[in-house]
């Protein structure tokens, strides 16, 4: 199977949807734009996107690329963002992205499962040094991207943890009709 991958804007609950699919015993690879962030503040001359998002950019599809290509390995895996992330954060910038990056956006699970950011989780910081409404700007934008590369996205409710769990786990069986299917669960 593809890997599959959990996306959205910032403060929306992925990295926590991610390590509980790991405490489950699925394999599952962390967001990298976060590390390489903390990484990168730390150099003299780190490469930062809000000062250099095409420089940065560079970086998170090197991890990217290889966190596919190891999940690809797997019968399933789950990505905490992946390649079209980088394409959407791109376009935000004013930047078109690079045709590698276009090409790499393919060979994932048809369905992408979209955490919508939630001002009750929502925590700016310097490594998210955005505002909340700027989150959601984000989360329309890596919608959008995701549904022109033709994926069917599917809205994670905010629930409880296990409860998003359980969305995602019985929502990867089920089928999507036409080429691109926006659906949003409502309890």
Not at 11 to 24: E, F, M
Not at 174 to 185: A, D, K, L, P, R
């Amino acid at each position: 199977m593809f890997p599959v991958i959990i996306t959205g804007g910032p403060g929306a609950g992925k990295t926590t949807l991610i390590k509980a699919l790991s405490d489950r015993g699925f394999t599952t690879f962390q967001e990298s734009s976060r590390d390489l962030i903390e990484q990168q503040s730390q150099l003299k001359d780190g490469i930062l996107p809000w000062e250099n998002m095409s420089g940065f950019a560079a970086l998170c599809f090197e991890v990217m690329k290889q966190q596919k290509s190891k999940a690809s390995e797997h019968s399933i895996a789950f990505l905490d963002r992946a390649i079209p992330d980088i394409c959407g954060y791109l376009k935000g910038a004013g930047i078109e992205p690079d045709k590698q990056y276009l090409l790499e956006s393919k060979g994932y699970f048809r369905k992408v499962f979209v955490c919508c950011p939630h001002q009750d989780i929502y925590v700016q910081d310097e490594i998210r040094p955005y505002p909340f409404e700027e989150a959601l700007d984000i989360h329309y934008r890596l919608v959008d991207i995701y549904q022109q590369f033709g994926y069917c996205c599917i809205e994670v409710p905010f629930k409880t943890v296990n409860e998003r769990v359980e969305f995602v786990l019985n929502n990867i069986s089920t089928t999507c009709s036409g080429n691109i299917v926006w659906f949003i669960y409502q309890s």
